[in-house]
């Protein structure tokens, strides 16, 4: 253990640090383009797979009991995951920019559409 110690030279850490920020900057500015296009792309077919589900598990029995249970805390702990995220980005911590929203009211909308009577997705018909 003493030996671990002697090697966190400063100069040494700093550098690291500063080596690792300018590589993960480079990734973020060349591959963000690509990610957003493949999330823009993506996403309403997530989201229609998402209902699909939804939908087939809805028919299983006791599913329906447990989704009441589940689908509130998971809504609860989606919110406090959002607040904190844009806290940390308040108070510019800089992991916030890399940490995603989970889009609650667009999932709110979408499985509210289904409750009144929007079709679930069928993979088979694409």
């Given at each position: 253990?003493?030996?671990?110690?002697e090697?966190r030279?400063?100069?040494?850490?700093?550098?690291?640090q500063?080596?690792?920020?300018?590589i993960?900057k480079n990734?973020y500015?060349?591959?963000?383009?690509s990610a957003?296009?493949?999330?823009?792309k993506?996403?309403?077919?997530a989201?229609?797979?998402?209902v699909?589900?939804?939908?087939?598990?809805?028919?299983?029995?006791?599913?329906?009991q447990v989704?009441?249970v589940m689908?509130?805390?998971a809504?609860y702990?989606?919110e406090k995951?959002?607040k904190?995220?844009?806290?940390?980005?308040?108070?510019e911590?800089?992991?916030?920019?890399?940490?995603?929203?989970?889009p609650?009211e667009?999932?709110?909308?979408?499985?509210?559409?289904?409750e009144?009577g929007?079709q679930p997705?069928d993979?088979?018909?694409?």
């Amino acid at each position: 253990m003493k030996m671990m110690e002697e090697n966190r030279d400063p100069c040494t850490l700093r550098f690291a640090q500063t080596f690792a920020s300018g590589i993960a900057k480079n990734m973020y500015t060349k591959y963000k383009p690509s990610a957003k296009e493949l999330y823009t792309k993506y996403e309403p077919v997530a989201l229609q797979y998402a209902v699909s589900a939804w939908g087939l598990l809805n028919r299983l029995s006791l599913f329906p009991q447990v989704a009441q249970v589940m689908v509130p805390t998971a809504a609860y702990c989606s919110e406090k995951y959002n607040k904190t995220v844009l806290s940390m980005a308040d108070k510019e911590y800089n992991v916030a920019s890399f940490l995603p929203l989970v889009p609650i009211e667009k999932i709110a909308k979408v499985f509210r559409a289904t409750e009144n009577g929007f079709q679930p997705f069928d993979a088979h018909r694409e």
